[in-house]
């Protein structure tokens, strides 16, 4: 029963990760490097941490996408496996196609670095089962391509769904989220075949410990090691 | 790079014409200093690298004489000056390894690129060491807030910084920002970095054992940044943004994987020396790294790896292409290398060998092209005591200014304050770094005048701060110095951390010119004085000459970043986290005097004057009780007063926590020698600490102070106003909220 910590050039969040995970939450781990073709046979979810894969070049999470485990990701999520993305690791989530959207440049052009409320929303999810109702939470963010987009007929099968689990609580006059622009104030969505992948832009693996100001993240971490 | 003329051999070269020397910008007595040190002309090739090496960026020549009389030694210090960047010990077989540099030209030719590879120098730096960087920090000051410049200068800086460092993934921490107009033509853009590195992983930049393997690893080689090392040492004029093909390009992803990858070697005993190839790239790391070992090198340029073609052995020499490192390793160590460079997809080529004739050998395709005495170049290059004079008359106040600031009602002074773009909220400027990476932020930006990193692999939680202040530079240089040495340790102390060292770079303008050299004299002896006198030694450091415009130089500004360690993190405090009973108590001397303090420059625009020496021993005293005291879990908050006096530190407080404040100055406290209650609301001639404790506490901590003086002064209030009383008078009241939105959108307004 293993945690798979995906790594790519340029996983920034790598260390910080499997920091959380192996010290805090208390899960056993493993690095699985990107070019590696096959999953650990004792895989029970998969985190793919935040950074910079690849520089961003191209597109965010865009070559990421393409490396050899990602097909092994993509068919342990395909066959309802636990999926969490942070940051960068939702990028590369809705790049393979395995949550719907895309994530683009702040509306404002400018790397956004924070700590921002958030409203956890799909608790009904096994994913969210640590948070109480529409519970308000506080996590850091950093990213420069945070604000999610989708068409409307994915934004509005998303909300019907229950399919957004994280949300900006500030939001502006249009219902956007002010952090970023997201459509909705969505910062995670929830997707595949059992509601088992989860992307977010928030970094709860920077706020798990109470020695950096709080634990809202780690409910999220501690469901990631355990069975949905 | 047109005017390059085809090479000229060994053999038949006849450059006895010194009018070859201006095109490497040396002297004609630097050139004949060379052509006796080889006993002959030197050819275009090695005329260029002599010019590089002996460049005031490279070789210091101006200012060495003077650095000598830093004190460089103390029991926590690992590694001195003279590496890639100074160590501390910080315990347990941990040291912390860090310094600061400057990239002041070519971020005002492109800022973007200027600033980004200015944090990508450093952080090679720190890491060439063996050291994982865990904390980044910069100071930056531009011109004026509303010069046509300033927008597009700091927009580009601040994303070009966010962008290496964010990318890379190191927690940028802190960021001092100001501005004045002496900055106009000059901005300045000193990067800072810190690493930790355990006591017998750490590397060296020597080429020892004969024989032993050359390697480069990195990024390919391209005709980026040549001749960096001589443009950042001339002054600019009108001409200068065509100097633009000089500033290098940065790849923040690149060096990620150069880290990782040296990181992984670093574990396995395969290097004898490392160097980063920064200013003046393969040029000063091939002498330096020989010179060190006091060897050879003898290199086949043919075999660097070579990111555009046609490229020439001078190219080569001279480019500053980022990202890249020479190697020395231990023979048969390149099987290993290759491996590990070329699972992060990196470059790893034998471009040489390590020799025993003292001489860096240059090889093209088999043929000699250049032989230079590797010591000469790197440590023997010109060093001139250059005449320096102080002004005729000692800077002051003008009368009428006094006169003038002394009839601003406090509460409009307080508004000058918080909307001086050198005193207004960074957060424009923070939020696009990220300063949370690496889950060890305690104290982050804008929380506290330092910030505390804690890291988790060795447990230390380091502590750093940075600092400047050019306006005070200007009437007394020393005191300028001593200042940004004791302001440090002070800033660090109200964390409840303590200061192990210190790395400074110092940005001044032409050292030709005797005023200027005089600015840096002093500057030096004030950071060598408060180094000696509080106990923190210089570890490593810079020089940034020739920061000026059409003959107007930026204010002397000797950057101090203090580094140093908090052993109890559970008990940091900040400036956010007063409580609603809670007394405020001011530690120290309180200020007497408006002359040579920031709120003169923010009401006025005008020069501050001159400035009071701080007495060293005051400050050591106050440092170690504000210290023991934060520790003692007794304090909630504090801010050292410094720019903006004790009206802005008491801001300080009320903002970051949110609440307000009232402070009731006792009747003694008022100066009677004119200034009033303007000398110990904006004063700064005296030091002193601001501490936010509870009311049951304040018995003991008096009874701690013993000689130290600690008044009450006033309380946490629950009306959401900043006010002052003067005995009965209320002679400040100002709501908060008003205050926190001309506090937030100075900056926005700035670079709208």
Redesign the interface.
């Known amino acids: 029963m293993t945690v798979a910590i995906i790594r790519f050039?340029?996983s920034?969040?790598f260390?910080?990760s499997l920091?959380?995970m192996q010290?805090v939450v208390g899960a056993k781990t493993v690095e699985v490097w990107h070019q590696d073709v096959a999953l650990p046979a004792d895989t029970q979810s998969i985190f793919i941490p935040g950074?910079?894969s690849?520089?961003?070049?191209l597109r965010c999470g865009a070559m990421a996408a393409h490396q050899p485990i990602m097909a092994a990701v993509k068919d342990f999520a395909e066959k309802g496996g636990k999926v969490l993305g942070v940051c960068n690791g939702f990028q590369v989530l809705c790049e393979v196609g395995l949550l719907p959207g895309a994530l683009m440049p702040n509306h404002h052009g400018?790397?956004?670095?924070?700590?921002v409320g958030l409203e956890a929303v799909g608790t009904s999810d096994g994913f969210m089962r640590g948070y109480e109702t529409q519970e308000q939470i506080q996590l850091?963010v950093?990213h420069?391509d945070g604000n999610y987009f989708a068409s409307e007929e994915i934004i509005q099968a998303l909300e019907a769904d229950k399919r957004v689990a994280f949300r900006y609580i500030a939001k502006d006059a249009d219902g956007h989220g002010t952090l970023n622009g997201s459509r909705n104030g969505i910062a995670g969505i929830i997707g595949g075949p059992n509601r088992n992948v989860l992307g977010m832009m928030p970094?709860p693996?920077?706020r798990?410990?109470s020695?950096?100001g709080g634990q809202d993240g780690l409910p999220l971490l501690k469901t990631l090691a355990e069975n949905l | 790079m047109s005017e390059l003329k085809p090479y000229v051999h060994l053999q038949d070269q006849d450059l006895t014409d010194p009018s070859h020397a201006a095109d490497a910008s040396l002297t004609d007595k630097e050139y004949e200093m060379a052509v006796s040190i080889l006993g002959r002309t030197p050819n275009k090739l090695e005329l260029g690298i002599i010019g590089s090496m002996w460049s005031e960026h490279c070789s210091y020549k101006s200012s060495r004489a003077h650095l000598a009389r830093l004190p460089t030694e103390g029991p926590h210090v690992l590694q001195g000056p003279g590496e890639n960047a100074g160590i501390v010990d910080i315990g347990d077989n941990w040291g912390v390894c860090f310094k600061v540099e400057s990239h002041n030209h070519p971020s005002f030719i492109e800022p973007f690129q200027g600033a980004a590879t200015g944090v990508g120098g450093i952080l090679r730096d720190v890491f060439t060491m063996g050291a994982r960087p865990v904390a980044a920090m910069n100071l930056l000051r531009f011109g004026e807030e509303k010069h046509a410049k300033t927008a597009h200068l700091m927009k580009g800086v601040v994303?070009g910084i966010?962008?290496y460092g964010?990318?890379?993934?190191v927690p940028t921490v802190v960021s001092n920002v100001a501005f004045d107009s002496s900055y106009n033509g000059n901005i300045l853009v000193n990067a800072f970095a810190a690493g930790v590195v355990k006591h017998d992983g750490i590397f060296l930049g020597v080429a020892e054992g004969v024989g032993n393997p050359v390697f480069y690893v990195g990024a390919k080689t391209g005709r980026d940044g040549i001749h960096g090392a001589t443009m950042a040492s001339d002054v600019f004029d009108e001409d200068s943004e065509q100097k633009r093909p000089t500033v290098q390009v940065g790849?923040?992803?690149?060096e990620?994987?150069l880290l990782?990858a040296c990181l992984e070697t670093f574990k396995e005993n395969l290097l004898v020396g490392i160097q980063d190839m920064g200013a003046a790239g393969l040029t000063s790391s091939s002498f330096e790294m020989a010179s060190r070992a006091g060897g050879g090198i003898s290199l086949d340029l043919d075999k660097v790896p070579m990111r555009e073609t046609g490229m020439t052995p001078y190219e080569i020499m001279l480019s500053e292409s980022q990202e890249r490192m020479l190697l020395v390793a231990e023979e048969g160590a390149e099987q290993r290398l290759k491996e590990i460079y070329g699972k992060?997809?990196l470059d790893c080529i034998q471009i040489g060998r390590v020799t025993d004739d003292g001489c860096v050998r240059l090889n093209w395709h088999g043929e000699e092209w250049g032989v230079l005495p590797a010591r000469a170049l790197a440590d023997e290059a010109p060093k001139y005591h250059r005449p320096y004079e102080a002004p005729k008359s000692a800077l002051r106040l003008a009368e009428e200014d006094h006169r003038l600031f002394l009839q601003k009602k406090p509460d409009d002074v307080v508004d000058d304050l918080v909307g001086s773009g050198t005193l207004a909220s960074k957060k424009w400027v923070?939020?696009?770094?990220?300063?949370?990476?690496?889950?060890?932020?305690?104290i982050g930006p804008g929380q506290a005048g330092a910030a505390l990193v804690?890291v988790?692999q060795c447990g230390k939680t380091i502590a750093v701060a940075i600092e400047a202040d050019g306006r005070k530079g200007l009437a007394n240089p020393r005191e300028c110095g001593r200042r940004a040495v004791a302001n440090g340790v002070l800033r660090l102390a109200a964390t409840g951390a303590r200061a192990l060292g210190l790395s400074d770079c110092l940005n001044y303008g032409s050292p030709e010119n005797p005023r200027i050299m005089w600015q840096m004299v002093e500057g030096i002896d004030g950071i060598a004085d408060a180094g000696k006198a509080l106990e923190v030694p210089v570890v490593s450091g810079n020089v940034s000459l020739y920061n000026e415009t059409d003959g107007t130089a930026v204010l002397p500004t000797p950057t101090v970043a203090t580094v140093g360690v908090h052993e109890d993190?559970?008990q940091a405090v900040g400036f956010h986290q007063m409580q609603p009973n809670d007394v405020l108590v001011l530690a120290g001397w309180s200020a007497t005097e408006v002359e040579g303090s920031e709120a003169i420059h923010a009401s006025l625009k005008t020069n501050v004057g001159h400035v009071k020496d701080w007495d060293l021993g005051d400050v050591a005293t106050l440092s170690d009780w504000t210290r023991a005291a934060v520790k003692s879990d007794k304090v909630h908050a504090a801010a050292v007063v410094e720019q903006g006096g004790l009206s802005f530190a008491a801001l300080r407080l009320a903002l970051a926590s949110q609440t307000g404040v009232h402070l009731h100055l006792p009747e003694h406290l008022i100066p009677e020698n004119g200034d009033g209650l303007h000398g110990v609301l904006f004063g700064e001639d005296k030091p002193s600490v601001l501490l936010a404790v509870s009311k049951e506490h304040v018995a003991e901590l008096r009874s701690s102070a013993s000689a130290l003086p600690l008044e009450v002064i006033g309380q946490v209030s629950t009306d959401e106003n900043f006010s002052v009383h003067a005995g009965q008078d209320r002679v400040v009241q100002k709501p908060l909220k008003e205050l926190q939105q001309l506090f937030d959108r100075t900056i926005p307004e700035v670079v709208a």
């Open positions: 050039p340029g920034n969040c260390r910080d920091h959380v010290n950074g910079f690849y520089g961003d070049y400018l790397f956004a670095c924070d700590v850091p950093a420069h970094h693996e920077r798990s410990e020695r950096l | 994303a966010g962008h964010n990318c890379f993934g790849d923040p992803f690149k990620k994987l990782e992060w997809d923070t939020s696009q770094y990220d300063h949370t990476i690496g889950a060890g932020t305690r804690e988790p993190p559970d």
